[in-house]
């Protein structure tokens, strides 16, 4: 059984990249037991960018993060045209992100290097995501907000909240599934 196998090095790094390609290549189930830095994982990178939006009051660079996470509920699809929108019409901050009053400005023409008009973004469709994203955080950022000497505690429990607003979880398991099903038991 290939638990019952072990390969050993001194060190792995020179034989990874055979060992990874080799195992493929031959079908080998295998897992690697080396450190992995986990601060690219996008579930650390959505959680930390959360916090940074209640902490900052919606910095472009950690909406766009926690956008960009795949855990917002958002597509990259939906994100593109969005951030191409707030930085045409230079809408950041909570000011932005929280008011009753839809974005009404204009359409942006998205062009390329060339000058030709390539894509048109509607203010309706960026209106409807960023009125859901900031729906789903208004609770966790009105507790951070309004209560500001919270417990460790009290900020996971509103944190799970988020967690399960956005339905994180759901989404992870499918991420677990697809590797599964692809084969690629280590990422899973």
């Known amino acids: 059984r290939l638990r019952d196998i072990a390969v050993l090095v001194r060190n792995l790094s020179p034989y990874q990249p055979i060992i990874a390609a080799s195992f493929a290549e031959h079908g080998i189930a295998y897992f690697l037991d080396v450190r992995r830095p ?12 959360a916090l940074l939006i209640a902490r900052f009051d919606w910095r ?8 960009r996470s795949g855990l917002s509920g ?3 699809d939906e994100v593109d045209p969005l951030e191409n929108y707030i930085l045409q019409h230079g809408l950041t901050g909570a000011a932005a992100w929280e008011r009753e009053e839809p974005w009404d400005k204009q359409k ?11 894509d048109v973004i509607e203010p309706t469709e960026v209106e409807k995501t960023r009125k859901l994203i ?13 209560q ?23 989404e992870i398991a499918q991420w677990i599934e ?4 692809n084969k690629e038991l280590e990422r899973a």
Do not use: Y
Request: glycine content about 2%.
């Open 38 to 49: 986990a601060m690219h994982h996008p579930l650390l990178q959505w959680l930390r960018s």
């Open 60 to 67: 472009h660079e950690e909406t766009m993060t926690f956008l």
């Open 74 to 76: 958002v597509s990259l």
């Open 108 to 118: 942006v023409a998205v062009t390329d290097e060339d000058g030709i008009d390539h």
């Open 134 to 146: 900031a729906e789903q955080l208004r609770p966790f950022l009105s507790v951070l907000r309004t």
């Open 148 to 170: 500001p000497r919270l417990t460790v505690r009290q900020i996971c429990t509103e944190l799970f909240k988020l967690i399960d607003t956005f339905k994180v979880r759901q």
């Open 178 to 181: 697809r590797d599964e099903n």
